[in-house]
């Protein structure tokens, strides 16, 4: 048996481990805050027509039929409806584009738009 060359010696490389200590709280300072919530709310009048508050539902608020008939119920039976629960800045989005989809051109007497406010929801 021949002699190794000294560049055919295998060397084991160093193996380099680091401790890490766990964390007892979490810093509030980066921890993630949740937005509060606040509910989307429509009202009954009688200028607007079912068949418009479903439209209106399915459009704005991307509700399958289902659910924006049952909405459109309850807002009917009700007198006003939660149909959206989300943070402040997409509430408000929302009621504007209630507020600005204008008449129900299936009405005679609808002259604006149904009735939107948005209100802050109870924090889980």
């Given at each position: 048996m021949s002699q190794p060359d000294e560049g055919d010696i295998a060397v084991a490389e160093p193996v380099v481990t680091t401790q890490t200590t766990p964390k007892g709280k979490t810093d509030a300072s980066t921890r993630t805050r949740r937005q509060p919530p606040y509910h989307v709310i429509?009202?009954?009048?009688?200028?607007?027509t079912f068949d418009y508050v479903i439209e209106l539902l399915t459009k704005i608020f991307s509700h399958p039929l289902q659910m924006a008939e049952t909405l459109t119920s309850r807002i009917h039976h009700n007198g006003?409806?939660?149909v959206l629960t989300t943070h402040r800045e997409l509430a408000e989005l929302k009621c504007d584009q209630v507020l600005?989809?204008?008449p129900d051109p299936?009405?005679?007497?609808?002259k604006g738009p149904l009735g939107c406010y948005i209100e802050p929801a109870p924090a889980d």
């Open positions: 429509i009202l009954n009048d009688e200028e607007h006003r409806a939660i600005s989809y204008g299936r009405m005679s007497i609808s």
